[in-house]
């Protein structure tokens, strides 16, 4: 539904500079952009839904600040490792997901790094959650080329590697994996044929300069990354970030609208920290162009809001699932 008068919207050469004078727009001008690139360019009124589980959870040797999953944070977040999940399980939630009224089913697996051992293992999960009629997606730390070839020869969809920060900020969040490295990862998943699931979050201590720049590099990817989750930070005990200051809900929104107008055909979700939102604030998410959600009890390893709760929502805003 791309409307002709505004398919220059679509730019890959933001600048940062650029970028930074759209946050700081008056909020009411900044929403009404955004609003309008998003009537041009996707429903307003729909909402895909995803919902998310953690296959393998725990004993991750990253030590990501905000990540309660770290095996270096593990003794005081009380977050055991645990192996990779049977498949009966994974395709009974997956089900479940199906028939609640998701049409994404998304899987992580707190790993540094895939190995070649656990990829038969995967390519029969994909595959039958693929025979569920649900579009897959996948979160396994980082990729070689020939195993970002073998998920999607077994039929992924979606792999998801966020950037989280910008480069500049990075090394405050982490320092076990590089920022080119997510980079490289990110590239082998493109070149694999595959749809890129890339985002970040917001609420960890960064600059607006920081949240710019995050979003500087990946409006400036080629194509924009199909899926692009912006997740307010869940302060979990025990890990680094756990007493940082809450962020300004309309600061979230406007990364929300500024994700919007310089990546028009993105799905833009909201994704972690929906739990503590108000529904004004995911309102006017909504209103700012988000068009996607998690949906279920959990995310990973924190809270979500309940299927009720979203439902409820969507019948007082007038919003449909996609």
């Not at 309008?36 to 998310?52: C, G, K, M, W, Y």
């Given at each position: 539904?791309?409307?002709?008068?505004?398919?220059?919207?679509?730019?890959?050469?933001?600048?940062?500079a650029?970028?930074?004078?759209?946050?700081?727009?008056?909020?009411?001008?900044?929403?009404?952009?955004?609003a309008?690139?998003?009537?041009?360019?996707?429903?307003?009124?729909?909402?895909?839904?995803?919902?998310?589980l953690?296959?393998?959870?725990?004993?991750?040797?990253?030590?990501?600040?905000?990540?309660?999953?770290?095996?270096?944070?593990a003794?005081?977040?009380?977050?055991?490792?645990?192996?990779?999940m049977?498949?009966?399980?994974?395709?009974a939630?997956?089900?479940?997901?199906?028939?609640?009224?998701?049409?994404?089913?998304?899987?992580?697996?707190?790993?540094?790094?895939?190995?070649?051992?656990?990829?038969?293992?995967?390519e029969?999960?994909?595959?039958?959650?693929?025979?569920?009629?649900?579009?897959?997606c996948?979160t396994?730390?980082?990729?070689?080329?020939?195993?970002?070839?073998?998920?999607?020869?077994?039929?992924?969809?979606?792999?998801?590697?966020?950037?989280?920060?910008?480069?500049?900020?990075?090394?405050?969040?982490?320092?076990?994996?590089?920022?080119?490295?997510?980079?490289?990862t990110?590239?082998?998943v493109?070149?694999?044929?595959?749809?890129?699931?890339?985002?970040?979050?917001?609420?960890?201590?960064?600059?607006?300069?920081?949240?710019?720049?995050?979003?500087?590099?990946?409006?400036?990817?080629?194509?924009?990354?199909?899926?692009?989750?912006?997740?307010?930070?869940?302060?979990?005990?025990?890990?680094?970030?756990?007493?940082?200051?809450?962020?300004d809900?309309?600061?979230?929104?406007?990364?929300?609208?500024?994700?919007?107008?310089?990546?028009?055909?993105?799905?833009?979700?909201?994704?972690?920290?929906?739990?503590?939102?108000s529904?004004e604030?995911?309102?006017?998410?909504?209103?700012?162009?988000?068009?996607?959600?998690?949906?279920?009890?959990?995310?990973?390893?924190?809270?979500?809001?309940?299927?009720?709760?979203?439902?409820?929502?969507?019948?007082?805003?007038?919003?449909?699932?996609?």
């Open positions: 539904m791309d409307d002709p008068k505004l398919k220059g919207s679509i730019r890959h050469d933001w600048s940062k650029e970028i930074g004078a759209l946050f700081a727009l008056p909020f009411s001008d900044l929403i009404f952009r955004a309008e690139i998003h009537r041009a360019f996707h429903d307003p009124n729909t909402v895909q839904l995803s919902q998310l953690s296959i393998k959870t725990g004993g991750c040797a990253e030590d990501c600040a905000y990540c309660p999953q770290s095996a270096k944070f003794e005081a977040t009380g977050v055991k490792a645990e192996k990779l049977d498949i009966g399980p994974i395709l939630d997956a089900q479940s997901a199906r028939d609640g009224g998701a049409s994404r089913y998304c899987m992580g697996a707190a790993w540094t790094r895939l190995k070649d051992r656990d990829l038969p293992a995967l029969g999960i994909i595959r039958e959650v693929k025979a569920l009629g649900l579009e897959t996948m396994l730390g980082m990729l070689e080329a020939h195993q970002a070839q073998r998920l999607r020869a077994a039929g992924l969809d979606y792999y998801n590697h966020n950037i989280d920060t910008s480069p500049e900020y990075y090394g405050e969040i982490i320092t076990t994996r590089t920022f080119d490295e997510r980079l490289e990110l590239a082998h493109r070149e694999a044929g595959m749809s890129v699931c890339c985002g970040g979050i917001v609420g960890m201590g960064e600059s607006v300069g920081d949240r710019a720049s995050m979003l500087e590099v990946l409006a400036t990817m080629t194509p924009h990354p199909e899926s692009v989750p912006i997740n307010m930070l869940v302060q979990v005990k025990g890990t680094p970030l756990a007493d940082a200051a809450p962020l809900p309309l600061e979230f929104v406007r990364t929300i609208a500024v994700a919007r107008i310089t990546m028009p055909r993105s799905a833009v979700r909201l994704s972690a920290g929906r739990e503590s939102m529904e604030c995911q309102a006017l998410a909504f209103l700012a162009g988000a068009n996607s959600i998690f949906y279920g009890e959990k995310l990973l390893t924190t809270g979500n809001p309940e299927h009720d709760r979203d439902r409820v929502l969507f019948q007082k805003l007038g919003i449909s699932p996609a």
